[in-house]
Structure formats: C-alpha cells, structure tokens
C-alpha cells in the first residue's frame, strides 16, 4: 500500500516495472488524492496495468434519514461526518479546505 502517491511522479516507472515482473508480479493499493496530470501520467505508464476506483462520502442511503441534518452540515467525508463534537468536525473541514487550496489546487 502506498499512500499519497501524487507526491512521488517519479515513482511510476519503477511501479511499473514492478507490476509487469514474470513470474510473480506484485500488487499495490495506492491511496491518495490525484491531480490532473498525476492521472495522465498513470495512464500512459501502468495503461492496462491499474484499475481506478473512486470513493466519495457516504451517502443519505449509507447513514440513513435520520442523519440527513449531520450529513448535509458536516459533508461526507468520513473524519468529518463520523466526529465526536462539532467542533471537531468543523476543525477537520477548515484543515482539508485549506490544504486544498494551498497543495492539491496549485498542482
């Protein structure tokens, strides 16, 4: 497992080496927010090679009516949604709001 992997571009050609390898190629689960060019980049090396999977937040039939209030306030990412004290929760939201603006928007 490899997580934040848009911080390593660089690591993609060895990724790839690794997962065409005969007779025992490997396998990763790579975590993290990709950015554009991330993507066309993942695309050309591991074409073929990689399965994208994307996750959102959970959903109204995930938490149930009775949680529509929290789900609609709070969004549905899971450290927000599942926090203990709003406060938390609206912590947790200006945090990723601004490392949103700061790294991941710029890239």
């Known amino acids: 497992m490899i997580d934040e992997v848009p911080r390593l571009p660089e690591f993609f050609p060895t990724l790839m080496v690794l997962v065409d390898r005969s007779p025992a ?14 993507l066309r980049q993942t695309s050309e090396s591991l ?3 990689a399965e994208r999977i ?23 990412l899971p450290r927000s949604f599942l926090a203990e004290r709003e406060a938390d929760s609206v912590s947790w939201r200006g945090q990723f709001i601004q490392t949103m603006m700061e790294r991941d928007l710029p890239q």
């Open 54 to 76: 994307v996750m959102g937040g959970f959903t109204l039939g995930e938490v149930g009516s009775l949680e529509a209030g929290a789900l609609w306030r709070r969004g549905g």
């Open 47 to 49: 074409a073929g090679r």
């Open 25 to 38: 190629s490997a396998q990763f689960l790579i975590l993290g927010s990709a950015s554009g060019a991330l």
